[in-house]
């Protein structure tokens, strides 16, 4: 049987006895119901994996020994950062969870003119808690040891601020990937929300050095853009190669 395999919020390190985080010790009692003895598979988000096994499961907490280091994740070839405009509910979900599986490095969730989802600071907070979940799940399924980094939403205008330069997907775009040269070390990758980007904003990551690429004849919608970019850069320039 395969161990599973599991995120915890705690620095390891072998040789280590740790009582495990609230929530790794609901999953491995109350989902899995592991039992003492069992090995389990452990990760920080730091670029490593650890055997462990489970030498207490009590009613409020389980404590494991951190065996060895097994694996070690190298680094990405192509260092890929997300901006993506906040959509509702599942669509986000789901465009940062295929993200992190098609290994996406960096994510910042966007307020652009046609977001329809605003947050206030309490939800804000709840859901980049929400949102950090999915990108820790999507870990613990695709293998991934190194967490991307989930930054605090921010405005489109700060965003490409900070980020001059790289592709924006845009449907009419005279462009595509195949026709880019290949980046260096990094890239940039700019989604719009439902409804696309605005025409406003299309110019003004244009003069922040943004250019737009099409995939194809179609209309793609903002969950299903990210997999469809990202798999075609890994297979131009990144680790599908």
Excluded at 37 to 45: A, E, K, R, V, W
Excluded at 80 to 91: A, F, P
Excluded at 109 to 134: C, E, I, N, Y
Excluded at 185 to 199: A, K, Q, R, V, Y
Aim: aromatic residues 6%; proline residues 6%; charged residues 20%.
């Amino acid at each position: 049987m395969r161990a599973p395999r599991i995120f915890v919020d705690q620095q390891l390190s072998p040789g280590s006895q740790m009582a495990l985080d609230e929530s790794a010790f609901r999953y491995i009692s109350q989902v899995l119901r592991l039992r003492v003895g069992q090995t389990l598979i452990l990760f920080d988000g730091s670029g490593c994996d650890y055997e462990a096994e489970l030498t207490a499961c009590k009613r409020a907490s389980c404590t494991v020994k951190i065996i060895r280091e097994i694996s070690r994740e190298q680094p990405p070839q192509l260092d890929l950062h997300l901006g993506i405009g906040i959509s509702r509910g599942e669509r986000m979900d789901f465009a940062i969870q295929k993200s992190v599986e098609l290994g996406i490095n960096t994510i910042t969730p966007l307020f652009t003119q046609r977001s329809m989802v605003q947050l206030k600071s309490d939800r804000r907070d709840k859901r980049l808690a929400h949102w950090l979940g999915v990108i820790r799940s999507a870990c613990e399924q695709s293998g991934r040891s190194l967490l991307p980094q989930l930054n605090p939403p921010a405005s489109l205008s700060d965003w490409l601020a900070a980020h001059p330069g790289g592709l924006m997907l845009y449907h009419k775009a005279s462009e595509t990937l195949a026709t880019r040269p290949a980046p260096e070390d990094e890239l940039n990758l700019l989604i719009g929300p439902e409804g696309g980007l605005s025409e406003t904003e299309r110019l003004q990551a244009v003069a922040c050095g943004f250019t737009g690429v099409r995939l194809g004849p179609r209309v793609l919608r903002t969950e299903t853009a990210p997999i469809a970019a990202l798999a075609a850069i890994q297979v131009l320039w990144g680790d599908f190669r």
